[in-house]
């Protein structure tokens, strides 16, 4: 029988033979720090404005809502049943609201913990080592930290004003490129804001069908639509055997609730549904039942367009007070969605110089630079993000970041 002493021996010579590695290659192998999402880089000094993030506006979230479905949970006959192991594909009635909502089967429906772990569930379960990736360009960067899990070839085709360059695309796909997958945004794009079009996205399955490859469709700011914007029917998204579709409610319902789903080909449910159990077993289960009725309550769609209006009017205070500051020197255009402006500042700067410049009067931004997919630098882009600030600190962002621009420019 092994002792503790036995065992913390035998440890310690092979400590010394070097033969107890402390870390898989995969994670002793993963780069440090390399900017978006990467707190270390940012400084955030009292009372500095952060630009930088993709946190909704918590005053915009259906906070009543959630609170009403949650205390009808806790109160209900099924609440014991909800703290017991469940389904890793989730809770069938909650798999049904979702796929109502989203047109397609129930049993392709995949319940996670969230944006990330969908897209680390779909990198799992369609990529092997070596294998090469289309995404977009500019991306979002931590879709490139999933793929470092695996370890893929990145080939990046730019984006355009209505999405991913399908046309490019098409070229080199006849001149011989074979991807295994595509990543796109195809709603409010972060960072660009564009949004793929009917034609665009029919074009780009027929090339999955075509040419063999699954397209990972991250769809998070769908719901963040502002008031006059209609976004376009993209069927084929939804019946393609070659589409895996990952969403979140972080956007609409709170990051910290940690609630996604994917939608993924009939022919692969069952197999993603047992690497989900592999790695997690089961999202909460009070949770699901809780969103579930969030989902039914008459004022959730009264919610959602409220939230819209709310952030289309900070959109427009950012853009109108950028196009105030900076005049014919910035690049930007009005978003129609989602949480981000992506502007181009015009000039001859150097981009690391103005992010510390800007974090020593007190804002905070992503650099364009995060979101390069592969040589284009997206040199003079700043991603600025209006949902979580107030009018007043978007303004104030703003001259803070036009008064480093300037330090800059005449340094
Ligand atoms: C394009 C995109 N995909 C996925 C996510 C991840 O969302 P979650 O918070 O649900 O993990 C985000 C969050 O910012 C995002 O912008």
């Known amino acids: ?222 719901e963040i639509t502002f008031p006059e914007t209609v976004i376009p029917d993209r069927p084929r998204l939804r019946d393609s055997d070659r589409v895996v579709a990952v969403n979140s409610f972080s956007k609409t319902l709170g990051p910290g609730l940690r609630l996604g789903w994917l939608t993924v080909p009939e022919a692969f449910s069952a197999s993603f549904t047992k690497l989900r159990n592999r790695l997690d077993g089961q999202t909460n289960g009070v949770l699901q039942a809780t969103v579930e009725r969030m989902l039914a309550d008459e004022r959730y769609p009264t919610a959602m367009a409220t939230a819209g209006e709310g952030y289309a009017r900070k959109a427009q205070v950012l853009t109108t007070h950028l196009r105030d500051k900076f005049g014919d020197r910035v690049e930007v255009a009005d978003p129609t969605g989602g949480f981000f402006v992506w502007a181009r500042l015009l000039g001859d700067f150097d981009d690391a110089r103005l992010f510390d410049t800007a974090q020593d009067l007190g804002v905070s931004y992503q650099r364009g630079e995060w979101f390069a997919a592969g040589s284009e630098q997206f040199r003079g882009f700043v991603r600025l993000a209006f949902s979580e600030q107030s009018s007043d600190n978007l303004r104030e962002g703003v001259n803070r970041l036009a008064g480093a621009w300037q330090a800059v420019l005449a340094s």
């Open 1 to 222: 029988m092994s002792t503790v002493t036995d065992s913390a021996l035998n440890t310690d010579t092979a400590r010394e033979e070097g033969a107890v590695p402390a870390l898989s290659a995969m994670l002793a192998g993963l780069p440090e720090r390399q900017g978006f999402g990467d707190a270390t880089l940012i400084r955030l000094a009292e009372g500095s404005i952060d630009l930088g993030g993709g946190n909704p506006d918590t005053a915009l979230l259906p906070t009543a809502v959630y609170r009403d479905a949650a205390t009808a949970v806790a109160h209900s006959d099924s609440f014991p049943n909800l703290l017991r192991y469940s389904a890793s594909a989730g809770l069938s009635s909650f798999r049904a609201a979702i796929a109502n909502r989203d047109q397609v089967d129930a049993e392709r429906v995949i319940v996670s913990n969230g944006g990330a772990h969908g897209l680390a569930l779909a990198v799992l379960g369609l990529l092997d080592p070596g294998d090469t990736v289309v995404v977009d360009d500019p991306v979002y960067p931590l879709f490139l930290r999933v793929l470092e899990l695996v370890g893929v070839n990145i080939v990046a085709i730019p984006v355009t004003h209505d999405g991913i360059d399908v046309d490019l695309l098409a070229e080199r796909l006849r001149d011989g490129l074979r991807p295994k997958a595509l990543f796109t945004v195809p709603t409010f794009q972060n960072p660009s804001g564009v949004t793929l079009s009917t034609e665009k996205s029919a074009a780009l399955v027929e090339l999955a069908e075509r040419y063999g490859f699954t397209i990972i469709a991250d769809d998070p700011y769908r």
